[in-house]
């Protein structure tokens, strides 16, 4: 959204001052082999979330995570166009830009702002999830927040957050087969948060693929 109330703090801000800060978690999990099955997870998410109240919508970003797969498979690199790419056809439009004023979410609880150097600093945050300073499940988790609290687009920031993730982990081979656990509000000043994201991601990770070993279902 990019309306609402103008006297809230700015959470990107608040985001960008605690990111560098955050205690990621270790993770131990292991790279799955290039045989492994792309589970459905985020496709069972997006389906089970939306399917009932938005048929075409459901259609739309369904198409949009066949892309954002598509370009993780190619190893291409997470960048605003490429999102903006997807999001287009989420939204059914023409071109998705960055937005040109500031965006509120939760009810007008959240402002993220704007400056001049807003796109560029996204583009630069968005290039670090393929850096292997940090575990997947952290990089993973910090991509997915980086586009929820830069809020680019004016509208299906959500959506886009989780298109970002799935690309993450499918461009180094990491599938989910639960994804439903991810859902839950996240607020831009909440470090200790952002660290139990990317813990309960490494959990996620880690018991798909040891059912995948398993051979039972998902």
Not at 35 to 38: I, L
Not at 144 to 153: A, G, I, K
């Given at each position: 959204m990019t309306s609402g109330p103008?006297?809230?703090?700015?959470?990107?801000?608040?985001?960008?001052?605690?990111?560098?800060?955050?205690?990621?978690?270790?993770?131990s999990g292991t790279r799955p082999d290039a045989?492994?099955?792309?589970y459905d997870g985020f496709r069972n998410f997006f389906t089970t979330t939306r399917g009932s109240r938005d048929a075409e919508g459901t259609k739309r970003v369904l198409t949009a995570l066949d892309l954002a797969l598509a370009d993780a498979a190619q190893g291409r690199r997470l960048s605003f166009a490429l999102l903006a790419g997807w999001q287009r056809t989420v939204l059914d439009q023409d071109?998705?830009?960055f937005r040109t004023v500031p965006a509120f979410a939760k009810a007008g609880r959240e402002r993220y702002g704007l400056t001049p150097d807003t796109p560029a600093c996204f583009e630069r945050c968005l290039s670090e999830s393929a850096h292997r300073d940090l575990p997947l499940p952290s990089r993973a988790a910090r991509a997915?927040?980086?586009?929820?609290?830069?809020?680019?687009?004016e509208d299906g920031n959500a959506r886009a957050a989780m298109l970002a993730l799935a690309f993450v982990l499918t461009r180094e081979r990491v599938p989910?087969?639960?994804?439903?656990?991810?859902?839950?509000?996240?607020?831009?000043?909440?470090?200790?948060?952002a660290a139990d994201l990317a813990a309960l991601l490494g959990i996620l990770v880690t018991a798909a693929e040891r059912r995948r070993s398993d051979g039972r279902p998902s």
């Open positions: 103008s006297h809230h703090p700015d959470a990107l801000a608040d985001w960008l001052r605690v990111r560098p800060q955050i205690s990621w978690p270790r993770w045989g492994t099955p792309a071109s998705a830009p997915y927040l980086d586009v929820l609290f830069f809020h680019p687009f989910l087969d639960q994804v439903h656990p991810l859902q839950a509000t996240r607020w831009a000043d909440d470090a200790d948060g």
